[in-house]
């Protein structure tokens, strides 16, 4: 069972930056990726990447934000840098994780296995 808690979220007003974590509580390589959910909307993917270092981004997202991870002992580290941040990215924003899967299933949400409580994110124009 892996733990996933995320923080970093805020208000910013409209081309604001902001950075979100998630610190995973295992030591090995999961594919992770961060969700977001819109007032209204179903949760949609917004950035992947995979346990070999694949990245994908939703074309809402290319180019202003940023997947990374880091590893420490026994805790794994996800962050999404967004830069030029728009009010429309205004949204809970979740960490997930699984421990296999496919680029065509990146941005599925059934097809991850562990999910954070999600962090807020709020962009005013």
């Known amino acids: 069972q892996v733990q996933l808690v995320e923080s970093g979220g805020g208000s910013v007003q409209a081309g604001g930056s902001l950075r979100l974590s998630c610190a995973a509580s295992?030591?090995?390589?999961?594919?992770m990726a961060w969700f977001r959910q819109r007032p209204g909307k179903e949760r949609e993917g917004v950035a992947s990447?995979?346990?070999?270092?694949?990245?994908?981004?939703a074309d809402s997202v290319s180019g202003r934000f940023t997947i990374s991870r880091d590893n420490a002992k026994n805790t794994l580290y996800l962050y999404l840098q967004m830069n030029t941040l728009e009010p429309d990215d205004t949204a809970m924003y979740y960490c997930a994780a699984r421990e296999y899967g496919s680029r065509y299933t990146a941005f599925t949400a059934a097809a991850y296995d562990y999910w954070g409580q999600g962090t807020q994110v709020t962009v005013s124009s």
């Open positions: 295992t030591d090995s390589t999961y594919w």
């Open positions: 990447l995979s346990a070999v270092g694949n990245i994908d981004y």
